[in-house]
């Protein structure tokens, strides 16, 4: 193994890092990011807003700086990048206005479908075309004669594309009635959307099925975003896994809008405790209970790869169902999470919807993790240096996507991050 001269890891890019903990004794107050989420819908309202209000606490991940500066500069070519969530919403917000825009973005985004978010939008007079493969970005937006009415909607892929759509209902004439065609995914993230509109001022009806939002006027309001309960999860695997733990984090509310925070009775049940003390969230170890055998995350698939890494590391067995929407990420978690479990010895089952964890092994030497530019692969398995030991992340900084610090904060609690400058290890 090659290792290079230890360096100030603010300066590090795209490079693996080789992570250990040598107390496995994890105490400490770390910063969380503020919720791409919630800044990002936030954006979307404050463009479309026709006051002004201000937003505190912005994300300064890169999905949002990317949404940010597509909303401000108004260019006739966009590049989302891998920013998932920036494609969907910009693509219905310049449905709605008068320019022509190209909506472009990585490798992995023109392999992300996005075809019933478009159709919708075309029925309703959106004028949007697909300039390379059909269903698939890139897309061109022209101007069109959207308005109001009733439209079905595929809601088994992305919940994003009925975020996108519910963010611009408002402004339609006539207003907005989705049909939802077929069980609902990630189900939290579209009640989180549904009640920042109603931050400012949107009236809204959802009965089984069915979400109606009749035309009005957002009202400006200003606005604190809450710190990532998304992030927090990684945290939680780090108590769950250490021998001795507590952790402080700040800026999180017990009444989150933020699905989540589910999280907490996950691990409370995987040697984890917690109290809030204020906007203070305190995380400390406990006996453990008896862990779920089975979950369902079809509300929540994007704690799959935390929980199953701390699964694996804790040598429980577990079978996870609802993950249908994790082989359209970033990269095909299910895939990945299987692929890079195996190097630690942790044999799995996969299908197109669950991971079942069904056994562990002895491994040897210190595996290199594939993040294949997937920012939660590279925080749910460097944790697990707590208990396998030395372990190498690939492109370490595929984390700016959510939370720019994640390493800083990771130093903070006693892990040790060497840059490795051989990947070949």
Wanted: charged fraction near 20%.
């Amino acid at each position: 193994m090659v290792l290079g001269v230890v360096l100030s890891i603010k300066n590090l890019h795209l490079m693996n890092y080789l992570i250990e903990h040598p107390s496995k004794i994890v105490k400490g107050k770390v910063s969380l990011p503020a919720s791409k989420s919630l800044s990002n819908r936030a954006l979307i309202i404050q463009a479309i807003c026709k006051e002004a209000f201000s937003i505190s606490n912005l994300s300064q991940a890169k999905d949002t700086k990317v949404l940010k500066e597509a909303l401000e500069n108004f260019s006739n070519t966009i590049n989302t990048d891998d920013a998932g969530t920036s494609m969907r919403f910009l693509t219905a917000f310049f449905s709605i206005q008068k320019q022509e825009v190209v909506l472009k973005g990585s490798k992995r985004m023109h392999e992300r479908p996005i075809a019933p978010l478009v159709e919708a939008l075309n029925s309703l007079g959106a004028n949007i075309s697909y300039l390379q493969k059909d269903g698939y970005p890139p897309l061109h937006i022209k101007k069109g004669n959207i308005q109001g009415g009733d439209i079905q909607v595929n809601s088994t892929i992305s919940s994003q594309f009925i975020s996108a759509l519910l963010l611009i209902a408002p402004t339609l004439s006539g207003g907005l009635t989705i049909k939802l065609k077929g069980n609902l995914v990630s189900k939290s993230y579209l009640e989180m959307t549904l009640k920042m509109m109603a931050y400012f001022g949107i009236e809204y009806k959802w009965c089984s099925q069915t979400i109606q939002i009749k035309e009005q006027q957002y009202k400006a309001k200003d606005i604190s975003i809450e710190n990532d309960w998304s992030a927090v999860t990684f945290w939680l695997e780090i108590v769950a896994i250490a021998e001795q733990a507590q952790i402080e984090l700040n800026g999180l509310c017990k009444n989150s809008w933020q699905g989540d925070i589910k999280a907490l009775s996950i691990f409370s049940k995987l040697g984890v405790n917690y109290r809030f003390d204020n906007n203070q969230l305190i995380l400390f170890k406990e006996l453990k209970k008896k862990p779920a055998k089975q979950l369902n995350l079809i509300k929540t698939p994007d704690l799959a790869q935390a929980i199953c890494c701390t699964y694996a590391c804790l040598k429980h067995r577990l079978k996870i169902i609802g993950l249908s929407t994790l082989k359209i990420k970033e990269t095909d978690r299910i895939s990945a999470i299987q692929s890079e479990l195996k190097k630690l010895g942790v044999d799995t089952k996969i299908t197109q919807n669950s991971i079942l964890i069904k056994d562990f092994c002895e491994y040897v030497g210190t595996p290199l993790i594939k993040t294949n530019q997937d920012h939660r692969m590279a925080m749910s398995f460097a944790p697990l240096s707590l208990r396998f030991g030395k372990l190498i992340i690939e492109d370490a900084d595929v984390v700016k996507k959510s939370y720019p610090t994640f390493w800083e904060e990771l130093e903070k609690v006693g892990f040790t991050i060497f840059p490795v400058t051989d990947s070949n290890n």
